[in-house]
């Protein structure tokens, strides 16, 4: 079954939620043999509360979704001390709420733990919510609107270079980007954005993709997640820096275009070859219209110059170009080249880009790309529009696509003195693949609509003075 790790830092700002919480610790304390001692109370609740927040998103987003939870001391304690964990968590209160939890029957263990004595492949023991807790939450009215990451979760995270967060001090470049980040997501917030596609369609394509993706792929219709952090890569400010967590980030990208912003339909604007355009205007040269054009022998062939991209961008990413193994589905007789007579003539093809081809000059241009993706949000954020980012695209309404544009084209100017193109798709908005049978007016599915169109009057309905 698929799996992600525990995550304490979601809170909820819903009355009925809220009060479903209290109640719930409250009877939990009740029935303990021992009382805890009173500083040892909020942590105990606090506990409590980030478990079921989770586990109850996780089946929000996949009810076969486990979440790993590591009981062990050192990992607690290690979690409460670091900037990327939450501070109330303490190993004798955590692990009373998990039991307490467990003994009530509102949380099972749905995979033990492992220990690899190869030291490996270890596995911490993994939890779901049980239908009971589930009927609980249900009764409260509660809906994965509620949820929300908590203001304090650290949104600049640094990562070494084996992709482990690494803990900092206090930072001048990430207390303001954490300051900009907060804008942000505070606009992201304020909009709802969902997929215009029924409930059987999203659990079919949890089928497709199972087993095929990473962690934070899978979890792809976690709507509970519509805020963005980034992430710098190799210890380092300049490397990296790209938004993630929404998840809009980690869908296939075929779903796109059936994201809704608000109900509404939305279109898809990217950046035309970002990284070869940012080399391009580095090197103070015109950007062409297609800047992998010049390396496609078939004109207009799609999959030759989606080989010409891969291994475009492959080279700006590898340490040396003799080092590169061949791209995934790299095909001879497309381009009529082995794979290493290609890889030369792409470099050859590019002498304005020779200096940084097996270099490793991907995260540093990474770094670039995530401040103009940055610079993008935040003049719609001031405008008070919704503008959701995937790395060197955005999805906004469709009737401002040409704002889009043009704001692309402005910031991308402003940072390196010359114009680049955009590229857009339109999405499929609201419309949904028709049914075979004809449907009978349903009055109830009307007056509580289901699905995408349930959560957006949810979202609508949280946002209404309480």
Not at 109 to 116: G, I, R
């Amino acid at each position: 079954m698929p799996s992600r790790p525990f995550e304490p830092q979601w809170t909820t700002d819903a009355p009925a939620l809220k009060a479903f919480l209290d109640t719930l610790c409250a009877d939990l304390t009740a029935a303990r043999a021992k009382p805890l001692k009173s500083d040892a109370q909020p942590r105990f609740e606090a506990s409590i509360k980030a478990i079921v927040l989770d586990l109850f998103r996780a089946y929000e987003s996949d009810p076969s979704l486990e979440v790993g939870i590591a009981g062990g001391s050192n990992r607690i304690t290690n979690a409460s001390k670091s900037r990327y964990g939450a501070s109330f968590l303490s190993y004798r209160t955590f692990n009373a709420a998990m039991e307490a939890l467990k003994d009530a029957g509102l949380i099972v263990m749905s995979t033990p733990h492992w220990d690899d004595p190869a030291k490996k492949n270890s596995r911490v023991a993994r939890y779901m919510a049980t239908p009971s807790l589930m009927a609980g939450i249900d009764r409260a009215g509660a809906s994965v609107v509620d949820l929300r990451r908590h203001p304090n979760a650290e949104g600049i995270r640094l990562k070494d270079s084996k992709k482990r967060l690494v803990e900092y001090g206090d930072d001048a470049f990430a207390n303001a980007a954490r300051d900009r980040l907060r804008i942000i997501n505070d606009m992201l917030e304020s909009h709802w954005a969902d997929v215009a596609l029924t409930d059987e369609q999203l659990a079919q394509e949890l089928k497709r993709i199972d087993g095929t993706r990473d962690d934070e792929a899978a979890q792809s219709f976690d709507f509970a997640a519509r805020t963005v952090y980034r992430v710098f890569n190799n210890d380092e400010w300049e490397q990296g820096g790209r938004f993630y967590g929404a998840w809009w980030v980690s869908i296939p990208s075929h779903l796109r275009r059936y994201i809704l912003i608000d109900g509404k339909k939305t279109v898809e604007v990217d950046y035309s070859g970002i990284h070869a355009a940012m080399l391009f205007a580095l090197a103070g040269r015109d950007i062409p219209a297609d800047p992998y054009a010049r390396c496609v022998t078939n004109e207009g062939n799609v999959a030759e110059r989606k080989l010409v991209k891969t291994t475009f961008n492959a080279l700006l990413n590898a340490d040396s170009i003799k080092g590169i193994d061949e791209i995934k589905k790299y095909d001879e007789t497309l381009t009529g080249r082995s794979w290493n007579d290609f890889k030369r003539f792409i470099v050859d093809s590019y002498p304005e880009c020779a200096d940084h081809f097996g270099t490793g000059a991907g995260l540093r241009l990474q770094r670039m790309d995530s401040d103009l993706a940055e610079a993008v949000m935040l003049r719609f954020a001031s405008m008070g529009y919704a503008c959701l980012p995937v790395h060197d695209s955005f999805i906004m309404h469709h009737d401002m696509r040409d704002v889009l544009e043009d704001t692309m084209k402005a910031v991308f100017k402003d940072m390196f003195g010359v114009e680049n193109k955009a590229e857009f798709d339109m999405g499929e908005g609201e419309n949904v693949e028709p049914s075979e049978h004809p449907i009978e007016p349903d009055i109830a599915r009307l007056l509580e609509p289901e699905g995408y169109e349930g959560r957006l009057q949810a979202f609508w309905a949280s946002r209404e003075p309480h």
